[in-house]
């Protein structure tokens, strides 16, 4: 009897292990591809930065693709959850203007591989596996139910629209500000945008 509970203990454990690893995976592999974008990402890359030996990789993915899915996926939930944070933090009628000041805020342009991978990914993403596209899909329409929640309009006819192109400007001011070489430039970008929304609020 005892050998059977101690088996069982050790499998358990085996398999919490496995998770932890897991993650470890899918965490590094959602900041790389946020900072090298899906082609520029390998598999003994994301190994090594998880700390894990590249044997190791095919004992929690079948493929590079389904590495690959799995991390837009988290890199997505990620994005949202932060935003989302940002809203319920804000005091009641500021979320809006609070999320989008901290999605268009200076640190945000910085934090490619922590940030929004909408923006750091978006462009890439047409080319990727049917997986990926799915996972990518999934995020951007919460993050822009999450947008239409927070609008003042929410639950009028119209709120929907809205939070679609609010979203659309948040990702391409977003997407133009990392892209130039010019600071100013950026900041104008970055500002214009978030003036815009801003003003032309529910």
């Known amino acids: 009897m005892m050998h059977v509970i101690l088996s069982k203990t050790m499998r358990r454990g085996a398999v919490r292990r496995k998770d932890v690893t897991h993650e470890r995976i899918v965490e590094a592999a959602g900041r790389a591809i946020r900072r090298n974008g899906y082609d520029g990402v390998g598999v003994a890359e994301i190994m090594k930065e998880a700390g894990l030996t590249h044997g190791g990789f095919y004992a929690h993915f079948p493929s590079r693709e389904a590495m690959l899915a799995e991390a837009a996926d988290r890199a997505g939930a990620d994005g949202v959850a932060a935003v989302a944070r940002v809203a319920a933090a804000a005091p009641p009628k500021k979320a809006r203007e609070a999320l989008l000041n901290a999605y268009l805020s200076d640190a945000h342009i910085q934090g490619v591989e922590t940030g929004c991978a909408i923006a750091a990914l978006g462009s890439e993403v047409p080319r990727q596996a049917p997986a990926v ?8 329409k919460e993050m822009i139910d999450l947008v239409a929640r927070e609008s003042s309009g929410w639950g009028k006819r119209g709120a929907h629209e809205d939070a679609l192109v609010t979203v659309s400007t948040m990702v391409g ?4 500000a990392r892209a130039v070489d010019d600071p100013r430039l950026s900041d104008a970008l970055r500002e214009a945008a978030l003036k815009h929304l801003t003003h032309n609020s529910d």
Do not use: D, K, Q, S
């Open 173 to 176: 001011a977003l997407v133009l």
């Open 133 to 140: 596209r799915r996972a990518a899909t999934r995020r951007i």
